[in-house]
């Protein structure tokens, strides 16, 4: 069964860079995604980035879903935006609690996502499709499990349409969370987030980071590999194929895939997956 797809990119630095992105672009639009993401820096550090990104998406003709971070904003400031990207014809948004900038001190008027969603709503009506994040493996940052299911569900009960996970490679710890979740009542599509494993020093950088659980197993394969491009492009696809094959079967809702701005991994995969082009 062919899920529905949608694919994460990154506002660009450079106009060499934008060059490329929009390369990659047309060759994942191959794959007919339901929408197109694009990350919002912290801070809102990449807003001119973000939101240029969001309009080129929008111009070739894919729906586009501008993530939308609040930590340190103020309720005008987020109101101004949310017009800016209304008359821009954006429908979807990914409400974020985000992260302050280095050395920047705490502010703003929102302390949590589900504030931000709460007024998203207030304001805006049913104007946009919300999405909201959450962490089948249990936010960093969470002072326990059952605290980080309770601020998922605040932000579903303030007023989100659908979630996308942060990105894990254990299917059991996903469904484990759809099934939290629906203890609780919460009923809105949970969508698994993918992310290709292309370089072994790159995804410990980031699961350390982020708290995304590499198994041990992968975890050992990968640096057994040493230099090895190849071999650890070859594996990770295997891993995250199998991963997908199961959440599939499972009933995940759809897939959606963090590029890091690359189209040859996410090609890969779905290729595998047995995704028409």
Not at 235 to 247: A, P
Request: glycine letters at 8%; one cysteine or more; aromatic letters at 10%.
């Amino acid at each position: 069964m062919r899920l529905p797809l949608s694919f994460e990119f990154f506002p660009t630095k450079t106009p060499e860079g934008a060059v490329k992105l929009r390369a990659v672009r047309q060759q994942l639009y191959a794959l007919k995604p339901e929408f197109c993401s694009v990350t919002y820096g912290a801070g809102g550090s990449t807003h001119d980035g973000t939101f240029n990104a969001v309009r080129e998406i929008l111009a070739e003709g894919v729906d586009a879903a501008s993530h939308f971070s609040c930590i340190g904003a103020t309720r005008a400031t987020v109101r101004m935006q949310l017009e800016e990207l209304r008359s821009m014809g954006v429908r979807r948004l990914v409400a974020l609690r985000g992260d302050l900038p280095s050395g920047y001190g705490a502010g703003g008027e929102f302390q949590y996502a589900s504030d931000l969603v709460a007024f998203i709503r207030s304001e805006t009506g049913r104007d946009f499709h919300i999405e909201v994040a959450c962490y089948p493996e249990v936010h960093p940052q969470a002072r326990s499990p059952q605290a980080d299911l309770k601020a998922y569900a605040a932000k579903v009960q303030a007023g989100a349409d659908s979630a996308i996970t942060q990105y894990f490679y254990s299917a059991d710890a996903y469904f484990r969370f759809v099934d939290d979740s629906r203890a609780l009542g919460l009923d809105v599509p949970i969508v698994p987030g993918i992310m290709p494993i292309t370089s072994s020093t790159q995804l410990m950088r980031f699961s350390d980071a982020c708290g995304a659980e590499i198994p041990r197993w992968v975890r050992l394969r990968l640096q057994s590999f040493g230099d090895d491009t190849a071999s650890i492009k070859a594996f990770g696809l295997d891993v995250v194929t199998s991963l997908c094959e199961r959440l599939c079967a499972g009933g995940a809702p759809a897939l959606h895939i963090y590029t890091m701005n690359q189209s040859a991994a996410p090609l890969a995969l779905l290729d595998r997956l047995g995704w028409d082009r």
